[in-house]
């Protein structure tokens, strides 16, 4: 298998999206230093053959600037997502929360059903590797206060600012 990569650039910072022939695996945290991603992809694709080239990986640059751009609310991407068959259940319900929402980690227990694997959703949702397209970000807690996530509070801030978030309701249960 081959995974093409590169780093795409945002403002002051840059950060590594790597894709296979399936889709878009991995988008990394801003400024991530590129060990992280190095050692997920042995971990995780450890037959691969990692390739960098920017050129296969402008689809997925376009699409993933625009959003960070703020004129883009929506991805068409097709994804190579990499976990349990919990966690796809979960990053697929986290598909489901539309822009500019956020919601709790109980709120998607309850969207797939598993009202009492609230903890369980929440480690589900920490090993997300596709950030900004699996929209882990609109996560928060039970107050509405931000809580963890992979690429550290501050882009996730950036992340919600860009979405001009305020803390509602799951519209879609």
């Given at each position: 298998?081959?995974?093409?990569?590169?780093?795409?650039?945002?403002?002051?910072?840059?950060?590594?999206?790597a894709a296979s022939e399936t889709g878009l695996c991995y988008v990394g945290a801003l400024n991530e230093p590129s060990d992280l991603f190095d050692d997920w992809i042995r971990k995780h694709l450890p037959r691969a053959e990692l390739i960098e080239h920017p050129r296969i990986m402008q689809p997925y640059q376009e699409q993933l600037l625009e959003y960070l751009d703020g004129t883009?609310?929506?991805?068409?991407?097709?994804?190579?997502?990499?976990?349990?068959?919990?966690?796809?259940?979960?990053?697929?319900?986290?598909?489901?929360?539309?822009?500019g929402v956020t919601?709790?980690?109980?709120?998607?227990a309850q969207q797939i059903y598993r009202p009492s694997a609230t903890?369980?959703?929440?480690?589900?949702?920490?090993?997300?590797?596709?950030?900004?397209?699996?929209?882990?970000?609109?996560?928060?807690?039970?107050?509405?206060d931000l809580t963890g996530y992979w690429g550290g509070l501050n882009?996730?801030?950036?992340?919600?600012?860009?979405?001009?978030?305020?803390?509602?309701?799951?519209p879609f249960l």
């Open positions: 298998m081959e995974v093409y990569f590169t780093r795409l650039n945002w403002n002051d910072t840059s950060f590594p999206i883009r609310t929506r991805f068409s991407l097709p994804l190579h997502l990499i976990g349990t068959p919990f966690q796809l259940e979960v990053w697929q319900a986290l598909c489901q929360v539309p822009y919601v709790t980690y109980s709120d998607i903890r369980a959703v929440g480690t589900a949702i920490s090993k997300n590797r596709v950030l900004i397209v699996v929209p882990c970000h609109r996560i928060v807690g039970k107050k509405g882009m996730k801030r950036q992340l919600l600012e860009i979405e001009q978030v305020s803390s509602s309701k799951l």
